[in-house]
């Protein structure tokens, strides 16, 4: 498989204050995917909306290894995901969460999570989100 270069780049300057900076090295990957999903306003567990961020057929398991994931929304103070539908543990989407390298993707609890379960708490909004997912062969 021919390997696909991301580039990524990220940038943080505090007030008065130290400046980070940093686009090195691009990640190398076999296979990404990109996934666009609307979450209705009042999404709760029991209605949670599933998003595939990933096939399930022959690349995941032991095949695959997400080497990194980007879910980005709309608004950020009433979305929350997690790994497995009807969990009880919920990572809160307050901001942009983008995981670089497979140690940070392992913190989601799975080193190939094929679907994410999103929660939309507002009662007025339909709020979007975007995820890609990168992967390579292991």
Known sequence: MTAIKVNWSFNLAIEAGPRLSTSNPPIEVTGYDFVRGLIPKGTTTAKEVVLEVQPTAG??????KVVFLAILG?????????????????TKLDGPQILLGEGAVSLLGSSAPTKLY?????????????????????
């Open 59 to 64: 690349i995941s398991g032991a095949g695959a």
């Open 118 to 138: 999103f929660e939309n708490s507002s009662a007025t909004d339909d709020l979007q989100v975007e995820i890609i997912v990168g992967r390579k062969a292991s």
């Open 74 to 90: 709309e608004k950020f103070d009433s979305l929350s995901y997690a790994t497995a539908a009807g969990s009880a543990t919920k």
